[in-house]
């Protein structure tokens, strides 16, 4: 079974505005204060804690959300690469 984000493939992804942050859920680019940037899945979002999981190893991880500089929502893919 082909992965859900293929190496090579592109996507839209579309800012959040930081009073939707609240609400966010599914796959989202979060970049830290640190400047660090992380792809994954929110799966959870109470009382300004998220609750982050990756889609290939099912790893979670919990970030608070004044820990966040931006947030961006990753959409439908533009491009797809051709499978082997």
């Known amino acids: 079974m082909a992965p859900r984000y293929p190496e090579r493939a592109r996507f839209v ?3 959040v505005a930081t009073e ?3 609400h966010a ?3 989202h680019t979060i970049v830290l204060q640190t400047q660090l940037l ?3 899945r ?3 979002n109470l009382n300004g804690v998220l609750r982050l999981r990756s889609d290939a190893n099912g790893e ?3 970030i608070m959300m004044n820990d966040i ?3 961006w929502k990753v959409g439908e893919g533009v491009y ?3 499978e082997d």
Do not use: D, F, H
């Open 13 to 15: 992804m579309r800012p």
């Open 20 to 22: 939707n942050w609240p």
């Open 25 to 27: 859920q599914g796959v």
């Open 38 to 40: 992380i792809i994954k």
């Open 42 to 44: 929110i799966v959870s």
């Open 60 to 62: 979670e991880t919990e």
């Open 69 to 71: 500089m931006c947030l």
């Open 80 to 82: 797809y690469p051709a």
